[in-house]
């Protein structure tokens, strides 16, 4: 039996992520989409978030905190 995601609203916000969030990124796992977005060079960065709708994200942490994790 082939995983189908849930049906997406008509129509998405836009921004979908408030914020400063460009270039995202998104993957979706057991039912839960997961986004990662630039931090260019603001730390912490690479910035992570968690959706079930693909409407409404929590961010649930930061791949990097400090400086030498990102090559500055």
């Known amino acids: 039996m082939t995983h189908q995601p849930p049906p997406a609203p008509a129509v998405l916000p836009n921004p979908l992520i408030p914020g ?3 270039d995202p990124s998104c993957v ?4 839960t989409y ?3 977005t ?3 060079e603001y730390l912490p960065a690479l910035p992570v978030y968690r959706s079930t709708d693909f409407v409404t ?3 649930i942490g930061n791949v990097a905190l400090r400086e030498e994790q990102v090559g500055l």
């Open 20 to 22: 400063f969030n460009p």
């Open 28 to 31: 979706l796992v057991d039912g």
């Open 34 to 36: 997961y986004a990662v």
């Open 38 to 40: 630039s931090s260019f």
């Open 57 to 59: 994200w929590e961010h």
